[in-house]
């Protein structure tokens, strides 16, 4: 089992930029896959910001040079930072593990994760 824990969130004005955060513990590992995903009210869960077990990354195209993911393998923390952010980046952040290790190639698909942390909102006041 994997724990996960998100902080950072907050409101901010669009434009402005905000750093996440997620601890791992339990069973953490840095060989695993781990991502951001959003949702906003009424919409469906999207993925946001995803690396994988060699710690190549893939970004939804809504964030493309706006946001960098990051782990600092050390310490089992998973960051996203946030630059330029617009009101529809508001949403619920959370951050989420796959299950099965080593994890050589990492997806957007919130199905395609098994762990999960209560989130931390956003919110982009324009």
């Known amino acids: 089992q994997v724990q996960l824990g998100e902080s950072g969130g907050g409101s901010v004005q669009a434009g402005g930029s905000l750093r996440l955060s997620c601890a791992a513990s339990?069973?953490?590992?840095?060989?695993?896959?781990m991502g951001w995903f959003r949702q906003a009210p009424g919409k469906e869960r999207e993925g946001v910001a995803v690396?994988?077990?060699?710690?190549?990354?893939l970004y939804a195209d809504s964030v493309k040079g706006r946001f960098t993911i990051s782990q600092d393998n050390a310490k089992y923390t998973l960051n996203l930072q946030m630059t330029r952010v617009k009101p529809e980046d508001t949403g619920m952040y959370y951050c989420?593990?796959?299950?099965?290790?080593?994890?050589?190639?990492?997806?957007?698909?919130?199905?395609?994760?098994?762990?999960w942390g209560q989130g931390t909102q956003v919110t982009v006041s324009s």
């Open positions: 989420a593990a796959r299950s099965s290790y080593p994890c050589p190639w990492a997806i957007l698909s919130p199905q395609w994760y098994n762990y």
């Open positions: 339990g069973n953490a590992r840095s060989d695993r896959c």
């Open positions: 690396i994988d077990g060699d710690g190549h990354t």
